[in-house]
């Protein structure tokens, strides 16, 4: 009898055993390549295998069924491109939902007829948000179409993406903090969540993938899914103690009501409703991150140390912070010392009205 594999397997996810007994995953997606994925469903390498199979690039079979010429056919250039597939695989899953709902839209028109007036009419119609993210895209579609011999210019060289005055994901506050810990106690599952964002100050899919396989000789190690980069950082004795006191027997710390591993944005759902159910509306995972940055830069760390636990590949985000907490320090040290230049000066007496002025 072969070994019995405890939970269903991702989507997309076939296996069987071989003549020899051993178990063999791929992942099968029509229209995508058949990968073979290395190790048992929801370890590590399993799914970061996973993760990059389910961002690669459509294979060419369907190029036939596709008008050259068109969108759509410049999409599956695309696809196949270095560039596509120089992006990480978190880009490439974001611009592929873009492009993929561009091309519902716009799929069947030819992209040589694509002008400027175009592109500002279409980034008129959505949020600003949206709206860069999809000149960021096109830009990228229509370099590889000046690349291809598609077409001759690129129409959206002149067109600017919109500047948006915001601060982003709102940085938690301690008394918000306080206020979700008192809403969750030790031993949840929500309370271990805000733990690891709070203490590691790592991305939501980066935490889901995170296990005590990951932390040797009282350090965490992990490979930041977005970056790449190799992070080792010593476990805050808090997390530690939370960790201890949160029964867990699977290889990630953080598991959903079936026993299963999230995905970063089945995490990002499942935690706005703990924060939603602490009264916190306004608070999400990714602020947590920016909390964390905030803690360090008050504790007295430079932006290199920030950097060296968040995982910042550019320090001008950590700057905002050290700025503010030395701002803060040099104000209450100026006034001090204001204080202690007046402390000596007499108050004015009154003027007394049946006083006489000699």
Not at 122 to 151: C, D, F, I, W, Y
Not at 175 to 183: D, K, L, T
Not at 306 to 315: K, N, V
Request: net charge positive; with cysteine.
């Amino acid at each position: 009898m072969g070994p019995r594999v405890m939970h269903r397997p991702p989507k997309f996810v076939q296996g069987f055993l071989d003549r020899h007994g051993k178990p063999r995953w791929y992942f099968r997606r029509p229209g995508f390549k058949r990968v073979p994925l290395p190790g048992l469903p929801w370890s590590v390498e399993f799914m970061t295998a996973y993760e990059e199979a389910l961002a690669g690039q459509l294979e060419q079979v369907g190029c036939s069924r596709v008008r050259p010429g068109t969108f759509r056919a410049l999409a599956v250039s695309y696809y196949n491109s270095l560039g596509f597939r120089s992006l990480k695989p978190s880009s490439q899953t974001i611009y592929r939902r873009i492009i993929d709902r561009f091309c519902r839209e716009h799929g069947d028109k030819r992209a040589a007829t694509l002008q400027r007036e175009h592109v500002v009419k279409l980034m008129a119609a959505r949020k600003p948000g949206s709206a860069n993210s999809l000149h960021k895209v096109l830009r990228a579609m229509m370099q590889h179409a000046v690349e291809t011999g598609l077409r001759a210019d690129d129409p959206t060289r002149e067109v600017r993406a919109i500047r948006v005055k915001s601060d982003g994901f709102h940085s938690w506050t301690d008394v918000e903090i306080s206020q979700f810990e008192e809403r969750h106690p030790i031993g949840s599952r929500a309370r271990l969540a805000l733990a690891l964002l709070l203490y590691t100050g790592q991305r939501r899919s980066d935490v889901v993938r995170m296990g005590r396989q990951h932390i040797r000789e009282g350090a965490l190690h992990i490979r930041q899914l977005k970056t790449g980069a190799e992070l080792s950082m010593p476990v805050h004795p808090t997390l530690a103690a939370i960790i201890a006191e949160t029964p867990a027997d699977h290889l990630t710390f953080l598991t959903t009501q079936s026993s299963q591993p999230f995905t970063a944005a089945g995490f990002g759902n499942w935690f706005r409703e703990q924060c939603d159910g602490a009264g916190l509306r306004h608070c999400s995972a990714h602020g947590l991150r920016k909390a964390a940055a905030r803690r360090l830069a008050e504790a007295g760390c430079t932006e290199h140390e920030i950097a060296a636990i968040t995982g910042h590949a550019s320090l001008r985000v950590l700057e905002r912070y050290t700025k503010a907490v030395d701002q803060k320090k040099l104000a209450a040290s100026a006034m001090e010392k204001a204080k202690a230049g007046t402390s000596s000066v007499k108050p004015v007496a009154k003027f007394d009205k049946k006083s006489k002025i000699s």
